[in-house]
């Protein structure tokens, strides 16, 4: 059974920073697409980016040059680093697995960000 565990969610001020962290557990971790998606209030779910087995990465255009995702294989972790934080990233961010970056299989629950003062 293929778990996915967030931690590192929470309430930060307008600019400043929060790590995400994804832990995998029952699955190959090192081969495929992880991803992190977000949902905020009253909007559709949008693929925030993602990194594949191989280290590229793609980013939506609305966090380019702000957030940064990477894995480390042996800790079976994948992160999104968040930088200079706007009130338009709050949302419930969702740590995802899958063969594509269209094709996400594997989904954690979601830690809430809040970027509010």
């Known amino acids: 059974q293929v778990q996915l565990v967030e931690s590192g969610g929470g309430l930060v001020q307008p600019g400043g920073s929060l790590r995400l962290s994804c832990v995998v557990s029952?699955?190959?971790?090192?081969?495929?697409?992880m991803g992190w998606y977000r949902q905020a209030p009253g909007k559709e779910r949008e693929l925030v980016g993602g990194?594949?087995?191989?280290?590229?990465?793609k980013y939506a255009d609305s966090v380019k040059g702000r957030f940064t995702i990477s894995r480390d294989n042996a800790k079976i972790t994948v992160y999104l680093q968040m930088n200079s934080l706007k009130p338009e990233d709050t949302a419930v961010y969702y740590c995802?697995?899958?063969?594509?970056?269209?094709?996400?299989?594997?989904w954690g629950k979601g830690p809430p960000v809040t970027a509010s003062s």
């Open positions: 995802t697995k899958g063969s594509s970056f269209a094709s996400m299989t594997y």
């Open positions: 029952g699955s190959i971790f090192s081969f495929g697409v």
């Open positions: 990194i594949t087995s191989g280290g590229y990465t």
